[in-house]
Each structure stands twice: as C-alpha cells, then as structure tokens.
C-alpha cells in the first residue's frame, strides 16, 4: 500500500479561468496564481469568448507582468484534418509566451512536447475516452 506525502511547505496555486481578456485580468488582479485560457482551435470551451491570435500575446505579457503563470487549453481530440494546423498553433502558443498546456490527447500531449518544447504539459482530466468513440476517424 503506498503512503501519501504532503508537502506542507508547498503552496496551492489558485487557477481560475479566463474566457476574455476582461475576466483574465479580473482574476489576476484579484488574486489568481494562474488562468487557463483557450485560443479559437483546439479548446473544449469553443463557445466561450477565448483569445484570437492577436489577443493571446497580450495577455500573457499583461498576466506574467502581475506574476500569474498562464495555462492553455489544447485540450479537444484534433480530427484528420485539423491534424496539420496543430503544430503551428503550439509553436504560437510557445511564442506567445505560455507557460503550460492542459492536454487531453496523447499524440497532442507528444507534438506539444516537440513544437511547444517551453511550455509544461499537464493532462487534461475533463476528457476521457468512451468505448467505441474514435475521433480522429474510424480505426
């Protein structure tokens, strides 16, 4: 049986969301160690605000100058054809700045590791697979 050690000298990091620029910068200013974001691709939360291209390098210079780390959501299963979009979409995350990645796909976990090499990743656990669901196309 494995015994559990906390490390009580380790502080939680306090992360809320930031669907918009307006609720990004309510929550650093009102205490955040770290928002989650999405861009328009690749993010469960698609119907929410989320940064275009443009907004997301703005956010993070405007989090990271209040010291708030800044995770983004890749965290939908590409289909076929959205497969050749994603390695420049984690490079510009990259290069905006980000600090992690919230991943819910292996092979995305993989090419995040390649083409978004400073940003850590971390496992998404909103998404679990269901049996006979196949979504990047039949087997």
């Not at 989650?36 to 119907?47: D, H, I, P």
Request: neutral net charge; charged residues 20%; aromatic residues 8%.
């Amino acid at each position: 049986m494995q015994k559990w050690s906390i490390d009580m000298k380790k502080k939680p990091e306090l992360l809320c969301p930031a669907g918009d620029m307006e609720k990004l910068k309510m929550a650093v200013l009102y205490g955040a160690d770290a928002v989650y974001l999405a861009g328009t691709s690749f993010g469960m939360r698609s119907f929410t605000g989320n940064f275009t291209a443009e907004e997301l390098p703005e956010a993070v210079r405007f989090a990271h100058s209040h010291g708030v780390r800044v995770h983004a959501a890749v965290n939908t299963m590409p289909r076929n054809n959205e497969a050749a979009q994603l390695p420049e979409y984690l490079r510009s995350l990259d290069a905006a700045g980000v600090d992690a990645l919230i991943l819910a796909d292996l092979g995305v976990f993989t090419m995040a590791g390649k083409f978004a090499p400073n940003c850590e990743r971390h496992v998404c656990a909103a998404r679990r697979p269901r049996a006979g669901a196949f979504p990047c196309g039949d087997p």
